[in-house]
């Protein structure tokens, strides 16, 4: 289902008008959130959604079997918690922040005859995809899975563009940052992740797969329900706090993921630390993305958070899936403005 399909499915659209923008959409007749989550449903990919403002789930629904307490693959968007991980471990003062150099703690993986330019590499340059290492996702994810050691393998890679250069999204630099979580601390990113992020009501991780060394991977491949994903966005959308009030990461961390710092070449969307930004039906939306449409958008302007997962075996960019979901959520975003509910603004 196209874009336009969408629209006119959802009531929003006016069968004589041409295509409306994501700022347009906001300015179209209001649906109530039952009702166009009952659209929504029309979407074939789409598995389950989930709206909350301040913290309140105001409307929810599971399609073709699935259920918001489901655990699904969320491929890319899991790339968002290990940047959070590591945005405690920066306040534990384990890492010494985004401009700690990456080669020291990976030493004993780095080639024997390197790059200078692998000693310039940043914890920050891997959260914001620019350490200018030839990519390992697309085309070359088949052949760095593959190998026998997936960190050697991402830092024998060549440069393509230098350190802090332009964005090249790659898994490999998001692995890179969970093997270094495993080198400073001694534990797994798993174990970090439920001890860490223990105090988050509702947040849990299933399965997630490893490396032959045994590093779990770093932003691909771990279960998690879209009840989950939900407590994990309302964190950040909180400024770091649960809802009992304890800090679980600095509100200043908060607002570095949220800086753009490079643009997708993909989508032309702003980039931070494993967040991308984007206008949508009128407001800010940062949002986590992974594969097939595995989405978490939080509206900081309306307090609101909302999750949406789908089928994660086929592309979401190229089927036009992600712009149906960016859609769906400007939709959303109408409505719950068009419900006169006042947001709550957080102090972080």
Known sequence: ???????????????????????????????????????????????????????????????????????????????????????????????????????PILARDLPEKRDPRLDEITVGNLLSMQAGLERTSGPNYGRWVASGNWVRFVLAQPFVDEPGGGMLYSTGSSHLLSAILTRKTGRSTLELARDWLGPVRGFSIGGWDRDPQGIYLGGNQMAMSARSLLAFGELYRNGGKTSEGKQIVSPEWIRESWLPRTTSVFNGDGYGYAWFLRRIGGEDVVYAWGYGGQMLYI??????????????????????????????????????????????????
């Open 1 to 103: 289902m196209n874009r336009r399909a969408f629209l006119l499915l959802a009531g929003l659209a006016p069968l004589a008008s041409p295509a409306l923008s994501q700022e347009g959409a906001a300015s179209l007749p209001i649906q109530t959130l039952p009702g166009l989550l009952d659209e929504a449903a029309k979407l074939e990919a789409l598995k389950t959604v989930v709206v909350a403002r301040n913290g309140e789930v105001l409307a929810e629904r599971g399609y073709r079997g699935s259920s918001p307490d489901t655990p699904t693959n969320i491929k890319s968007a899991s790339k968002s918690v290990i940047s959070l991980l590591v945005g405690i471990a920066i306040d534990k003062k384990i890492i010494g922040g985004v401009d700690q150099k990456i080669a």
């Open 299 to 348: 509206v900081p302007s309306l307090s609101l958070t909302v999750v949406m997962t789908s089928d994660d075996g086929n592309p979401s960019a190229r089927s036009g899936h992600r712009d149906q979901l960016h859609d769906l959520l400007a939709s959303v975003i109408a409505s719950v403005r068009g419900s006169g509910a006042p947001a709550t603004t957080n102090e972080g």
